[in-house]
C-alpha cells in the first residue's frame, strides 16, 4: 500500500487560508468517509485534527476544517496562525482492514 | 484520564528482535482497538499494524506482514508489539494509538518509543 499523496510543503501568511491536499485512490479515499487528519510539531506525538472527512474532535479550532471530493480528501486551515506551524498527515481506511497514511506536508506560517 | 504509556528506548542489533509495550489506562482497555505507528528519522508516519484487545484480532500492513506481531493482556491492560529480523531500516520512533471500532481515528497517542538498530 503506498503512502497518500500530499505536497511537501505549503505555507502562508497569518491570517490567510492554506489547503492541504491528501490523494488516493478508490481503494482508500474515494470509497470511504473514514479520512483523518493529525497534526505533529516536532519531537510531539500527532494529534488529531478532523476524522471521518469533516467532523472536528472536541477541543480543536474551527478554523480547521475537512472536506473530500472523489479520490482527494483536504484539510483548509483558515486565520493562520503561528502555532499552526507542523507536519499535517492525512491517514485512510483501504479496506480489509488496513489503513495508509500520506507522506506529510509542512506547514510554514511565513 | 485517558493515558498510553510505552516502553523506554531499546538498542537492538541487526537481526535481533525487538518487543515494546504499550500500557493503557483510564478507560475500557477492551473498548478500543490499538494500532501501532512508526516515524523514522526526518520521515512520515507509516500504519503497522492494529489488534482489537476485544478477541485478539488482528491486522498488520503488507510491508511488515510475517515481521510484526501485535498481541494483548486484558489482566494489566497492555498492548505489546513485536518486530524481528531488525535491520537499519527500522530505526524509528514507535507509536501505539488507540481508536474506537468507528471511526478508526486515533483520539490518544503514547509518548513514542525510540528502537535504535545499528551494529
Known amino acids: 500500500q503506498s503512502a497518500l499523496t500530499q505536497p511537501a510543503s505549503v505555507s502562508g501568511s497569518p491570517g490567510q487560508s492554506i489547503t492541504i491536499s491528501c490523494t488516493g485512490s478508490s481503494s482508500d479515499v474515494g470509497s470511504y468517509n473514514l479520512v483523518s487528519w493529525y497534526q505533529q510539531h516536532p519531537g510531539k506525538a500527532p494529534k488529531l485534527m478532523i476524522y471521518e472527512v469533516t467532523k472536528r474532535p472536541s477541543g480543536v479550532s474551527n478554523r480547521f476544517s475537512g472536506s473530500k471530493s472523489g479520490n482527494t480528501a483536504s484539510l483548509t486551515i483558515s486565520g493562520l496562525q503561528a502555532e499552526d506551524e507542523a507536519d499535517y498527515y492525512c491517514f485512510s481506511y483501504a479496506g480489509s482492514s488496513s489503513y495508509v497514511f500520506g507522506a506529510g506536508t509542512e506547514v510554514a506560517v511565513l | 484520564q485517558v493515558q498510553l504509556v510505552q516502553s523506554g528506548a531499546e538498542v537492538k542489533k541487526p537481526g535481533a528482535s525487538v518487543k515494546l509495550s504499550c500500557k493503557a489506562s483510564?478507560?475500557?482497555?477492551?473498548?478500543?482497538?490499538v494500532h501501532w505507528v512508526r516515524q523514522a528519522p526526518g520521515q512520515g508516519l507509516v500504519w503497522m499494524g492494529v489488534i482489537n484487545p476485544s478477541g485478539g484480532d488482528t491486522r498488520y500492513a503488507q510491508n511488515f506482514q510475517g515481521r510484526v506481531t501485535v498481541t494483548g493482556d486484558t489482566s494489566t491492560s497492555t498492548v505489546y508489539m513485536e518486530l524481528i529480523s531488525l535491520r537499519s531500516e527500522d530505526t524509528a520512533i514507535y507509536f501505539c494509538a488507540r481508536a474506537e471500532d468507528s471511526p478508526q481515528a486515533f483520539d490518544y497517542w503514547g509518548q513514542g518509543t525510540l528502537v535504535t538498530v545499528s551494529s
Open positions: 483510564g478507560y475500557t482497555f477492551t473498548s478500543y482497538y
